[in-house]
T-cell receptor
Framework: NAGVTQTPKFRILKIGQSMTLQCTQD?????MYWYRQDPGMGLKLIYY???????DKGEVPNGYNVSRSTTEDFPLRLELAAPSQTSVYFC?????????????FGPGTRLLVL | QQQVKQSPQSLIVQKGGISIINCAYE??????FPWYQQFPGKGPALLIA?????SEKKEGRFTISFNKSAKQFSLHIMDSQPGDSATYFC?????????FGAGTTVTVRA
């Protein structure tokens, strides 16, 4: 199993540009999550999904959108990139709910908005 | 606001020493408390976890101590090794979502 894979690894965006961060998991997990990690701030939940076709907002959803058309894929869309979105983005998945189930993280996407 | 407060922000320990990281929470609905370990350039990975009905859990050199009445929990790394140098995050959950602490960067000097 590859686990959770993310592409790209690194990207530079200009202010106002858009992009999609890709996330795929091959563990047949129902739950998937997007986090952003900023220095000294831990990980903040952006969006999560409890299954194909079902998504919901996390703690910091503004400026982002998600979709979940399949169990495996959970892309994160940035519209009109802003410098405040410079961060490292992690996708994670778990078999069931987070209360007791391990979340498996991808290697991250480092995004720089200039 | 940070639902889980973690300290210290960083610590340096000699090889063979003990590293202690503390976390505190306010939401009494939290019922699962994992610790994640993250190496540079990698995603976090689960290290050890505890539920509030247990006061201590040990796995190898890693121990979680849990104080439900004080709403605090801590990670102890015994006999610290250079390979333990990483960032450690405490977290808490009561449903799908994990709330993470800000992280502690541990450096183990040989």
């Amino acid at each position: 199993n590859a686990g959770v894979t993310q592409t790209p690894k690194f990207r530079i965006l200009k202010i106002g540009q858009s992009m999609t961060l890709q996330c795929t998991q091959d563990m047949n997990h129902n739950y998937m999550y997007w986090y952003r990690q900023d220095p000294g701030m831990g990980l903040k939940l952006i969006y999560y999904s409890v299954g194909a076709g079902i998504t919901d907002k996390g703690e910091v959803p503004n400026g982002y959108n998600v979709s979940r058309s399949t169990t495996e894929d959970f892309p994160l869309r940035l519209e009109l990139a802003a410098p405040s979105q410079t961060s490292v983005y992690f996708c994670a998945s778990s078999y069931e709910a987070g209360g007791g189930e391990t979340q498996y993280f991808g290697p991250g996407t480092r995004l720089l908005v200039l | 606001q940070q639902q889980v407060k973690q300290s210290p922000q960083s610590l340096i320990v000699q090889k063979g020493g003990i590293s202690i990281i503390n976390c505190a929470y306010e939401n009494t609905a939290f019922d699962y408390f994992p610790w994640y370990q993250q190496f540079p350039g990698k995603g976090p990975a689960l290290l050890i976890a505890i539920r509030p009905d247990v006061s201590e859990k040990k796995e190898g050199r890693f121990t979680i101590s849990f104080n439900k009445s004080a709403k605090q929990f801590s990670l102890h790394i015994m006999d610290s090794q250079p390979g333990d140098s990483a960032t450690y995050f405490c977290a808490a959950s009561n449903d799908y979502k994990l709330s993470f602490g800000a992280g502690t960067t541990v450096t183990v000097r040989a």
